[in-house]
């Protein structure tokens, strides 16, 4: 398969104006991004696509390839399937941007190996939570799969709720998905359903009308940064891991 790594990098956020730019141990945060995704063998080749000239300087910058993409896209997904009508692949493996200590034994779990004439295929990644805090915080998707890993629900609730026992380890979003031209392509056409509204995760356009997707456990760490006050979390981790690895 011919598989390339797109990095969503939008400018506009309203609680983080230009946060693919925010600095972390010295380097802008898309650039960690970047680094980790280069190291993943499989990919032809990884691009940064950004409505942001800013963006696409800093990161043309430091030597990766930038896709200009419209500033109208409403969701990473979106912007992917912009650049899958302007670059050819068998995969497109979209890695947030605002994932910055992925690694690429974590990123490449999403790959199949291969994809069946005429599927539409989605793959995402999950993480088991380590502090039960996380859990109840609305900011952190839940995701819950069936034996197989097709994903059955995802919100920000905490579910399930344990009302049989406590005996369960929940699963949170991480921001790493997998899709073939197919899937993109039934994303654009296909109208927002009423639960992808309220829960705003656009996941659901494939699960509200019967695709299935798949979220696979990763055991990776995660700490996406959604506020400047994440930074510091992802700092000290970095500062640690440094520390252990000495």
């Known amino acids: 398969m011919k598989i390339i790594c797109v990095i969503p990098a939008r400018a506009e956020s ?20 970047w680094t980790h995704c280069k190291e993943v063998d499989c990919f032809e080749e990884v691009y940064v696509a950004t409505d942001s ?8 910058g430091f030597g990766a390839k930038v896709v200009m993409t419209s500033p ?12 899958s009508r302007k670059l050819t692949a068998d995969l497109y493996v979209m890695v947030n941007g605002d994932e910055p200590l992925l690694r690429a034994k974590d990123i490449v779990q999403c790959i199949p190996e291969s994809i069946g004439d005429g599927e539409l295929y989605v793959s995402n990644l999950m993480t088991d939570f380590s502090d039960p805090v996380e859990v109840v915080d609305a900011t952190n998707l839940k995701i819950v799969t069936a034996q197989d890993d097709r994903c059955l629900f995802i919100s920000r609730s905490p579910i399930p709720y344990p009302k049989g026992g406590m005996d369960y380890v929940y699963h949170k979003f991480v921001g790493v998905g997998a899709f073939n031209r197919k899937a993109l392509e039934f994303y654009h056409d ?30 990776c760490k995660s700490l996406s940064v959604d506020t400047p006050k994440d930074i510091e ?3 000290r981790y970095l500062r640690q891991t440094e520390r252990a690895d000495k």
């Not at 109208?72 to 650049?83: G, K, N, P, Q, S």
């Not at 359903?193 to 979220?215: A, L, M, Q, T």
């Open 53 to 60: 000239e800013r963006i696409r300087q800093a990161c043309e």
């Open 72 to 83: 109208l896209c409403d969701t990473a997904t979106e912007r992917l399937y912009e650049v």
């Open 14 to 33: 309203t609680r983080f104006p230009e946060k693919p730019l925010a600095l972390i141990c010295g380097l802008p945060m898309v650039e960690w991004v």
């Open 190 to 219: 296909t109208p927002r359903g009423p639960v992808e509204k309220i829960e705003e995760n656009d996941s659901f356009r494939f699960i509200e009308n019967h695709v299935p997707i798949y979220y696979l456990n990763c055991h």
């Open 233 to 235: 979390g992802v700092e």
